[in-house]
Nanobody
């Protein structure tokens, strides 16, 4: 059983940056792909980005491509999401998820989820 905990959210101005962390405990984090999702107020959960277990491949939604960057440090059981050039429409609760077969926007394959961290971008 893997427990995930996100941190790093906060309030930032339009154009600002944040780095979110996803720390895993239990299980073998280095075996899992990690996905990042977000849920804006009143909206469905949306896919943001994903990174393979070995960090060789990443995949981003069109809305964040070129602005957000996934990375991970398996020695620290931690995945990161760097958010640059933030916009008010990026305001949401951000979640990380892990799974052996998780990849891309589909929720299937992500077996473990964190509680989320709030990102608020002011205009």
């Amino acid at each position: 059983q893997v427990q995930l905990r996100e941190s790093g959210g906060g309030l930032v101005q339009d154009g600002g940056s944040l780095t979110l962390s996803c720390v895993a405990s239990g299980g073998t984090f280095s075996s899992y792909n990690v996905g990042w999702f977000r849920r804006a107020p009143g909206k469905e959960r949306d896919f943001v980005a994903t990174i393979t277990w070995n960090a060789v491949n990443t995949y981003y939604s069109d809305s964040v491509k070129g602005r957000f960057t996934c990375s991970r440090d398996n020695a620290k059981n931690t995945a990161y999401l760097r958010l640059n050039s933030l916009k008010p429409e990026d305001t949401a609760v951000y979640y990380c998820a892990a799974g052996l077969s998780g990849w891309g926007p589909g929720l299937v394959g992500y077996d473990y989820w964190g509680q989320g961290t709030q990102v608020t971008v002011s205009s």
